[in-house]
């Protein structure tokens, strides 16, 4: 967790609020679904302070196709997470090390299919900045 915490350039406990799926010819030529969320963020551990920003995700559903991509997380307008982010070119964050890079969280407020809990990614998150 510490390694990804470093490689990341933001991180953020934000809940996704809006979902944008478009189509993109990816650098092979093909024609994919990619996802734009915007996210409301509850707090900044890395990275700059705002209220908001927007990730791309690969994948999604658009005109009655839905793609899902091996390795990245499926989001839906709603959900709360810890997102470990990379910031690209165009000023849009992906997740960092693809799904690594969101930690979803449960109603008390632990990382889905972990022992960890929002307090640990923290205190892993300031240690890091030391």
Excluded at 39 to 47: A, H
Excluded at 95 to 117: D, F, K, M
């Amino acid at each position: 967790m510490a390694e990804r915490l470093q490689g990341a350039s933001q991180v953020v406990i934000a809940k996704t609020r809006a979902a944008a799926p478009r189509w993109e010819t990816n650098s092979h030529g093909d024609r994919v679904i990619v996802t734009e969320f915007v996210l409301d963020i509850e707090e900044t551990l890395k990275g700059r302070n705002g209220s908001e920003l927007v990730i791309e995700v690969p994948g999604g559903t658009l005109d009655g196709l839905t793609l899902r991509v091996s390795g990245q997380p499926v989001l839906k307008p709603g959900d709360r997470a810890v997102f470990l982010l990379e910031s690209t070119s165009t000023g849009v964050y992906k997740p960092h090390r693809r799904g690594e890079g969101v930690l979803r969280l449960n109603a008390q407020n632990s990382i889905t299919g972990s022992a960890l809990t929002v307090n640990d990614v923290r205190q892993l998150a300031r240690a890091g900045r030391k």
